[in-house]
């Protein structure tokens, strides 16, 4: 059997495609941990439901605007019941684009394995903590607006 350019081409795919899903096993973004795509409404807000937002627990979201413009963001529920909202970035690794995982009370980076507890989000110490991100609570909504979203566009460029 002759090797054809069309193996060739067959070989780059399939080398293309492990390398994509080597690097979303690494991030933690296989299965459940996926972004939840949402896009501001008309009145430039991003409303999301967190009344089935269970404590300890937190969801990902990739946030995308008619510019294109994405940014990746997470909100939890710490044990106390507090609404916890950070980008998917720190101030330190947010150049590789690891982002976090949630496990349990605690967020821990995917590029470093520092452990941050969901509890102190909202406080945003720096360094290698979750950036916070400017959010209100409204009933069983929380809401932000797309210029605190796109605030943090910087991280995701």
């Given at each position: 059997m002759r090797f054809r350019p069309v193996h060739g081409i067959l070989a780059i795919g399939l080398?293309?495609?492990?390398?994509?899903?080597a690097e979303l096993?690494?991030?933690?973004?296989?299965?459940k941990n996926g972004f939840e795509r949402v896009s501001p409404g008309p009145?430039?807000?991003?409303?999301?439901?967190?009344?089935?937002?269970?404590?300890?627990?937190?969801?990902?979201?990739?946030?995308?605007?008619?510019?294109?413009?994405?940014?990746?963001?997470f909100v939890g529920r710490d044990g106390g019941g507090t609404i916890q909202v950070a980008f998917d970035?720190?101030?330190?690794?947010?150049?590789?684009?690891?982002?976090?995982?949630a496990q349990g009370e605690w967020v821990v980076c995917n590029k470093c394995?520092?452990?941050?507890?969901?509890?102190g989000v909202n406080n945003g110490h720096g360094g290698c903590e979750p950036v916070q991100?400017?959010?209100?609570?409204?009933?069983?909504?929380?809401?932000?607006?797309e210029q605190?979203?796109?605030?943090?566009w910087r991280y995701f460029r």
């Open positions: 080398f293309v495609v492990v390398g994509l899903l096993a690494l991030a933690g973004r296989l299965g009145e430039g807000q991003v409303s999301i439901n967190v009344a089935k937002l269970a404590p300890q627990e937190v969801r990902f979201y990739r946030f995308l605007n008619s510019a294109n413009q994405e940014v990746k963001f970035a720190s101030e330190v690794c947010f150049k590789t684009k690891r982002g976090f995982k394995d520092k452990a941050f507890r969901l509890a991100l400017a959010h209100r609570v409204e009933g069983d909504k929380v809401l932000i607006s605190d979203v796109l605030g943090g």
